[in-house]
């Protein structure tokens, strides 16, 4: 049970789906493994990793499953780690995602001594080598002060009520088991839709500042574009999330912060890469809310996930809740 001893009383399992981590995996696995709240376990599931991903998780003491690349997907390969888990809180953590420090999991799990809290995210913190504009959506998305979401921040929030990020999360198991686990197939927001079931049930979402993984990517304006089509199929396939997106506008706020922090360092080259990367992440997410209407082969091509197409056409799921690909 978790209460306010949390940092030396709960049992935390680590779930890190790994794919070719390379040799940053053992600095992370070390980081995590010196904790001041250690893990009870950490469970590396490897995707037929071919740099020895799974013999490098092993030699630093994770647990270690691995499975066919074909079987992958953002929710399903998540929900199978967790049936091995033992911890009663499960933290969701990706094998880019280095602790910034040795309070990781003791921060992370904090929020969850309010049983109304169903799962809690961490701060992501730019790598040293972020472009600026990178860096100012780090700053946008995961700012220096903790906060709480629940329902009634719906009207105001719209659907940035139900962000969350399995980069850095953690939920009760119970909870977890509660809620039907992830969406599955999936190609994208597996974190998004299962922190949506929780406010609709009634519980909150907990956004923990001091929990900070170093995390991100100087994506090309091309794997913008197949990031943004990617969630614009998965939206589509779950309109009862996407009918929130209409509230707020975080995206056309980011933008509009972006670019008025590059104006005032007067960073003309990075308005233009700004522009065109903003053009790319439109194009994507509207093509991605109309796949249905694309040849297989071209949803195939748009995508930055591409080998689970073959499991959402074989599953019949388009991203979650009981949708279907079509066509």
Known sequence: MLTNGVAAAVAVSVIIPAYNAGPELEELLGRLFAQSLPPHEVIVIDSSSQDGT?????????????IPQSEFDHGGTRNRAAGFAAGEVLVFLTQDAMPADDRLLEKLVQPLRDPWVACAYGRQLPREDATVLERLSRDFNYPAASSVKDKS??????IKTFFCSNVCSAVRR?????????????????????????VQSGYRIAYAAEAKVVHSHNYSAAQQFRRFFDNGVSM???????????????????????MKALARGRKWRWIVKLVVESVAKYAGYQLGKRYDRLP???????SMHRAIWG???????????GTAVRG
């Open 54 to 66: 799974a013999e490098r998780a092993r030699r630093s003491g994770a647990r270690v499953f691995e």
């Open 296 to 302: 297989y082969a071209l949803r195939v091509r748009f």
């Open 311 to 321: 499991k959402l056409q074989a599953d019949g799921g388009g991203g979650g809740k």
């Open 153 to 158: 921040d719906l009207e105001r929030l719209g």
């Open 174 to 198: 119970e909870t977890f088991v509660d809620l039907g686990r992830f969406d599955e197939p999936v190609i994208f927001n597996e974190d998004l839709f299962f922190a949506a079931k929780a």
């Open 236 to 258: 589509r396939n779950n309109a009862w999330v996407y009918a929130y997106s209409s509230v707020n506008k975080e995206g056309s706020r980011l933008v509009r912060t972006q």
